[in-house]
């Protein structure tokens, strides 16, 4: 089973929560809006504890750094290829619009032989929670309703 980590970043903004959702990098997900955005996130590596692998993914894809003992649980949810997403929340801020960060290599295009480089992540956006809950992956959704849970819950 492939699991991954990543971090919900979220800021306040005049009495409005968003969050900070990541848009695919490479040609596969170039056209593509509604349900192709995530969490900033990554696979595990052997052995690593889930909010270290959510710590070090936010800074890879993003360049944020955030303390993985400061991460709040936010669960697990299984996206629709199997995957398990373990989810962590974080108040923080980080620039909006193209990011540099890591890249993956693939054919491009397809059966060309030409291999290409193309960033995890090629852009972030503060958003609305209704915002997106349309632009997020299906699964991830669950995500954004927990952090309100828990923030409607702090306030209590």
Do not use: C
Not at 4 to 22: D, F, H, K, T
Not at 27 to 35: K, M
Not at 42 to 63: K, Q, T
């Amino acid at each position: 089973m492939v699991q991954s980590a990543g971090v919900l970043l979220y800021r306040r903004r005049n009495e409005v929560i968003e969050v900070l959702i990541a848009h695919p990098g490479g040609p596969i997900w170039a056209g593509r809006d509604a349900g192709a955005w995530s969490i900033p996130k990554g696979e595990l590596d052997e052995y690593e504890a889930p909010s270290l692998a959510a710590a070090r993914e936010l800074l890879e894809e993003v360049g944020v750094v955030v303390d993985a003992g400061s991460l709040v649980p936010l669960g697990t949810v299984r996206q629709a290829g199997g995957k398990v997403v373990h989810g962590f929340a974080a108040e923080g801020d980080a620039p909006e619009g193209p990011v540099s960060g890591s890249t993956f290599e693939m054919e491009w295009p397809p059966r060309s032989g030409r291999i290409r480089a193309f960033p995890e992540v090629d852009r972030v956006a503060w958003v609305g929670p209704e915002t997106a809950r349309g632009k997020l992956v299906t699964a991830q959704v669950e995500l954004v309703d927990r952090l309100l849970q828990l923030l409607d819950g702090s306030r209590e």
